[in-house]
């Protein structure tokens, strides 16, 4: 009796925000949009917008279960939309409506709680503010300018427009560096880009270490997630 008594309990304490856990998309958290299978091999499904971000990476995976897939070649979840067409409350305003519309209503549902909690340091820091800080972020290809590229778009910017450049130039990421050489050229930079530039400094970066330290991180790291 004591054991229905708090199953039933269970069930009137969860939101009608938990049945909808099935419906959400790993990588925004959302209700699906237009929900499609990606080629991983194991048919998770994703918001197509969310996957469409994964065309601008090498070599994508997938959030889940970490093996490649084509960000082009995408199969739209029927069953997901058939199944999505089931009726659920809004978990602000309780109105009944089908799944597949909980998105849209509840971007104009008037009861959503749009507050956010502000918040401030503990204490203010009595550190100078630094200036004139190396930008480490995004690059201009060393061949024809192009601005504004982080280490995957120049990859992919210098593998797609300039694979059969042979002018020895210095490489933008490195040079940014701390341990950089502004007047080191690359021979072969394509070679020297898709070897050394396939993962992102941001991840790994130490600016404490040298260059070999920092690469052999990399190295271990990269092994550890195989």
């Not at 009137?12 to 080629?39: G, H, N, W």
């Not at 194991?42 to 279960?65: D, K």
């Not at 897939?69 to 058939?82: A, D, S, T, V």
């Given at each position: 009796?004591?054991?229905?008594?708090?199953?039933?309990?269970?069930?009137r304490?969860?939101?009608?925000?938990?049945?909808?856990t099935?419906?959400?998309?790993?990588?925004?958290?959302?209700?699906?949009?237009?929900?499609?299978?990606?080629?991983?091999?194991?048919?998770?499904?994703?918001?197509?917008?969310?996957?469409?971000?994964?065309?601008?990476?090498?070599?994508?995976?997938c959030?889940?279960?970490?093996?490649?897939?084509?960000p082009?070649?995408l199969?739209?979840?029927r069953n997901?939309?058939?199944?999505?067409?089931?009726?659920?409350?809004?978990?602000?305003?309780?109105?009944?409506?089908?799944?597949?519309q909980h998105?849209?209503?509840?971007?104009?549902?008037?009861?959503?709680?749009?507050?956010?909690?502000?918040?401030?340091?503990?204490?203010?820091?009595?550190?100078?503010?630094?200036?004139?800080?190396?930008?480490?972020?995004?690059?201009?290809?060393?061949?024809?300018?192009?601005?504004n590229l982080?280490?995957?778009?120049?990859?992919?910017?210098?593998n797609?427009?300039?694979?059969?450049?042979?002018?020895?130039?210095?490489c933008?990421?490195?040079?940014s560096?701390?341990?950089?050489?502004?007047?080191?050229?690359?021979?072969?930079f394509?070679?020297?880009?898709?070897?050394?530039?396939?993962?992102?400094?941001?991840?790994?970066?130490?600016?404490?270490?040298?260059?070999?330290?920092?690469?052999?991180r990399?190295?271990?790291?990269?092994?550890?997630?195989?």
């Amino acid at each position: 009796m004591a054991t229905g008594t708090r199953s039933r309990k269970r069930k009137r304490m969860q939101s009608p925000d938990d049945d909808l856990t099935m419906y959400k998309c790993p990588i925004c958290l959302e209700i699906f949009a237009d929900p499609v299978q990606i080629s991983c091999g194991n048919n998770h499904t994703y918001c197509l917008q969310c996957v469409q971000s994964y065309q601008e990476i090498p070599t994508p995976q997938c959030p889940q279960c970490r093996q490649n897939f084509n960000p082009y070649q995408l199969q739209l979840n029927r069953n997901m939309i058939e199944s999505m067409q089931k009726i659920a409350p809004c978990k602000w305003c309780h109105k009944q409506m089908p799944i597949i519309q909980h998105k849209a209503h509840i971007s104009v549902c008037d009861m959503v709680d749009t507050s956010l909690p502000k918040f401030r340091p503990v204490k203010e820091t009595s550190q100078p503010i630094p200036k004139d800080l190396p930008n480490r972020s995004t690059f201009s290809c060393p061949f024809c300018g192009e601005a504004n590229l982080d280490t995957n778009g120049m990859v992919k910017h210098c593998n797609e427009k300039h694979t059969n450049e042979s002018s020895d130039v210095v490489c933008p990421i490195c040079a940014s560096m701390p341990w950089g050489d502004t007047s080191q050229r690359s021979v072969d930079f394509m070679q020297h880009l898709n070897l050394r530039h396939k993962f992102s400094y941001d991840t790994y970066a130490d600016f404490s270490l040298d260059d070999d330290q920092m690469l052999e991180r990399a190295l271990q790291a990269s092994l550890q997630d195989v």
